[in-house]
């Protein structure tokens, strides 16, 4: 089996669609962009540029086997050479952007008397004793903050991030085209988003910042080949592909391996959007909420709270010869969801181990880069 680290930079500004409705309609004239692609958008640029290298036929199912076995986990987002993550749901920031404080949720095993709530059986709800309102700018979070994060049981004395901006989204103005006379046609103006990877502040303290996407691949084929430019995202616009040190992709502190060896309660932290049967719910779980995560087999778990986001959608086209339609639309359990578990059987040490492995269902799902998970205590 080899591995391969890979970057992924925009040379041109790239657009990944929200799935939003686009066309000449009142209400849709604008083409939005997510700040970070789903995993089966990069998986599918990856696996087409390998091919390609590989000189595979397309029609022959052999080799699009071939092409479907290479696992691409990610993307994770980097800027300026640090690894970035979607914030954790489990942590809510109030107070001003001056002096912000960290409250941590967790699950609230002793209900007052008398009090209840609508979750599913075996589900406990998440304790809040704040009704202050979050503070906006905190969408990500820097690797090293959120190690830090995930070693803190009960988030006390625990030092908020340095606010993570986004990447900057341009917007562009165009005019449609009438087809038979090939000039503008009149009143049809539209808009579409899109992200731009660098960006520069002129000035005598001027700066730059420099994103990137990162992915793992792993496979029986020459993953050297993975070097280059390809097309990217909507309207095809150009990206590189090239290696990547390995150091880049963030690892399993020492503090927090050892830790995890002496927790029976962990924390399952989502760095990309899972796909699960249950839509928020492992199937790996039975109705008890018992099970253990495809990638750590060794670990029996009990689901005992969670802190999920709102639900995404994803969908797309599938360009197979004998399946040439839209794609089912699919749930997502989104990134920076987080599960609380407690240790039925095993050793959680061995959850370091399945840093960044996914955790979703099925295991197509899996190798498209679903559900990779960072793990922690509580």
Partial sequence: ??????????????????????????????ART?????????????????GNRMLIDWNRREDILRVLAIAVY???????????????ADALITGTPKEPSVFALRPWPDLP???????????????????EKPVKGYEYWDGASLMRWLESADG????????????????RTHVAIDDEKGVSAESLLYSVEYLSFERYRWGKNGSRERWALLARLEGDEDLSLARGVGLLGGEKRLALLEPAEDSCWPTCSETLRRALSQSQRVRM????????????????LNGKLEGSPPCASGVQLRLIGAAVKRREAVSGWSYRKDRQQPKPLRLLAPAGSVYFFEVL???????????????????????DGYGLVLWGIW
Wanted: charge should be negative.
């Fill in 156 to 171: 006390s004395g625990f030092t908020p991030p340095q606010p993570v901006g986004k990447m900057e989204v341009e917007q």
């Fill in 1 to 30: 089996m080899n591995s391969q680290m890979v970057r992924i930079r925009g040379i041109d500004s790239l657009l990944f669609r929200d799935g939003r409705p686009f066309g000449a309609e009142i209400g849709s004239l604008s």
């Fill in 74 to 88: 990610g993307p994770l987002l980097e800027r300026n050479g640090d690894a970035v993550f979607h914030a954790p």
């Fill in 113 to 131: 008397e008398h009090a209840g709530c609508d979750l599913p059986k075996h589900l406990v709800p998440l304790r809040v004793d704040t009704d």
């Fill in 345 to 367: 059987e095993g050793d959680p040490a061995v959850l370091a181990d399945a840093w960044l492995r996914p955790v979703s269902d099925d295991e197509h799902d899996r190798r």
């Fill in 269 to 284: 932290f989502l760095a990309t959007p899972a796909i699960f049967e249950g839509g928020w719910k492992p199937g790996w």
């Fill in 34 to 50: 997510l700040s970070c692609p789903y995993p089966a958008t990069v998986t599918g640029f990856v696996r087409t540029f390998l």
